[in-house]
C-alpha cells in the first residue's frame, strides 16, 4: 500500500542520515542533541511509534560514537 511504500522510504532516508554519520561525529552529536531536543517537548510521547523510532535513532547514534 502506499502507506507501507512511505514508511519503508521514511526508514530508508533514517538509515542514510545514520549511515552519512558514521565518518562524521560532529553530524552524530549534532542529531543527537536535535532528538534531544524534540524528545524534550510536552507532546513528544503523543505519538508512541514515532517516539520509539527517534529514542532507537538516538541509541544508535550513540553507540557509533560510545561503543561499549
Same mark, same amino acid.
Given at each position: 500500500?502506499?502507506?507501507e ?6 526508514? @530508508?532516508? +533514517? ?6 554519520g558514521?565518518? &562524521?561525529?560532529? %553530524?552524530?552529536? #549534532?542529531?543527537? !542533541?536535535? @532528538?534531544? +531536543? ?8 503523543? &505519538?508512541?511509534? %514515532?517516539?520509539? #523510532?527517534?529514542? !532507537?535513532e ?11
Amino acid at each position: 500500500t502506499l502507506s507501507e511504500i512511505k514508511n519503508a522510504v521514511a526508514n @530508508i532516508k +533514517e538509515q542514510t542520515e545514520i549511515l552519512r554519520g558514521i565518518f &562524521d561525529p560532529d %553530524s552524530i552529536y #549534532k542529531r543527537i !542533541k536535535e @532528538i534531544d +531536543e524534540i524528545s524534550a517537548k510536552d507532546d513528544f510521547w503523543n &505519538d508512541n511509534i %514515532s517516539a520509539q #523510532k527517534l529514542m !532507537k535513532e538516538r541509541m544508535l547514534l550513540l553507540d557509533k560514537i560510545e561503543p561499549v
